[in-house]
């Protein structure tokens, strides 16, 4: 077993064992990926301010988010697929995530369905949903994770139409994805991957199919995730879903101020700063630096989290001190979950927790929720040098 010391490590781990279809599914953005690369090398021009002297002893970094007690701000966002990185991967994310003590989000898009989450866990989890055209289904699915005792349901506004990612078009990644004979040879060398999915009957989206009107099996849900997805969405079509779920609403994919007033003002209980992970609009503000001057326009009004680019307790830290509530990890942990499987997952938030803790300390704190602006250096121009 390799000495695991930071994310980076499962990384590489997760790009030897996870197929390459899949592997670049979780590793790519869309277009020219300026966006996917910025959301992690844009936290590098914050520095953090060291100071000494100061009494580090009993240190917390536990919090809450959206009213829930956590370990750490941190939560495992959604990510779409997750059960094809490692067999049943949303129940071994939500385990880890249940036993460390953070909130895991399911995707809509995932293998495992909520009943199957649900039915694998102890604790509530959150339901990620997209904005889609069919009120019937969109009822249903609420009904669905209200029935499997959800605790907040997490809404993408992003995602109207889908961003052109290279990588997948290349790979036929698709719903259901394409098989070649290039990315079937490419699985056949992975072989323990592909003992854990011969080894599970779930290897389809669970919250779709049967669910859906007129997807009764796989071959049938390209048609439907072709038209699916609601172009004409405004924030009034927001309004609707906010009535057909009554529970703790979370808002994802917001990027500019205007649109945090705009969920503000539908009744949201928090949002997200997220650009998708730079999978959809290429040349968009990475999230760090749109979260200042969200924050100027509603942090005092919602609760602000930040998702995109975090792939360190620093980088945490780093969000947090400059006004965020919470944080979420996808990639990071899709890394440890491909590498190690629920155990890659643990060891993730194991790696980012300690580093959260230490740096925090030694910037003077010993509380995360008492860190402020004081202990960043920001560039004067970090995130208003535009006309």
Request: proline content about 3%.
């Amino acid at each position: 077993m390799p000495v695991i010391t930071c994310v980076e490590d499962l990384k590489r781990i997760y790009k030897r064992r996870a197929p390459r279809m899949f592997y670049d599914y979780a590793e790519s953005g869309s277009w020219t990926e300026q966006t996917f690369r910025e959301n992690t090398t844009d936290f590098q021009d914050i520095h953090l301010r060291q100071r000494v002297a100061i009494d580090m002893a009993g240190r917390s970094t536990k919090s809450r988010m959206i009213g829930q007690d956590v370990a750490m701000p941190v939560a495992l966002a959604p990510v779409g697929l997750t059960g094809m990185q490692c067999a049943d991967g949303e129940i071994k994310a939500a385990r880890a995530a249940e036993k460390f003590g953070v909130p895991y989000t399911l995707s809509t898009m995932s293998i495992c369905s909520i009943e199957d989450v649900a039915e694998n866990t102890s604790k509530p989890f959150w339901l990620q949903v997209y904005t889609l055209k069919d009120d019937d289904f969109m009822k249903r699915l609420f009904d669905r994770a209200k029935a499997a005792k959800c605790s907040a349901a997490v809404i993408t506004v992003d995602l109207q139409m889908l961003g052109q990612r290279h990588k997948d078009l290349k790979n036929g990644l698709s719903a259901p994805p394409k098989l070649t004979v290039k990315s079937v040879a490419n699985m056949m060398t992975k072989v323990q991957w592909g003992l854990g999915m011969l080894g599970t009957k779930r290897r389809f989206f669970g919250n779709i199919v049967g669910h859906a009107k007129g997807v009764a099996d796989p071959s049938s849900l390209s048609t439907w995730t072709a038209e699916a997805f609601d172009e004409s969405l405004d924030w009034d079509r927001i309004r609707e879903f906010r009535k057909m779920w009554d529970g703790p609403l979370i808002i994802k994919g917001i990027i500019d101020p205007r649109d945090a007033l705009e969920a503000l003002n539908v009744g949201a209980d928090a949002i997200i700063v997220s650009n998708h992970g730079g999978r959809q609009l290429d040349g968009a503000l990475s999230s760090i630096r749109a979260l200042p001057a969200i924050m100027d326009a509603v942090g005092d009004k919602i609760e602000v989290h930040l998702d995109s680019g975090i792939r360190s307790g620093q980088d945490v830290l780093k969000a947090l001190a400059l006004g965020a509530k919470g944080t979420y990890i996808g990639r990071a942990y899709v890394y440890g979950l491909g590498a190690m499987g629920e155990a890659g997952v643990t060891k993730t938030l194991e790696i980012i927790h300690k580093e959260l803790e230490v740096s925090m300390a030694l910037c003077g704190h010993t509380d995360v929720t008492k860190v402020d602006r004081d202990i960043l250096m920001v560039p004067r121009d970090f995130s208003d040098r535009w006309q």
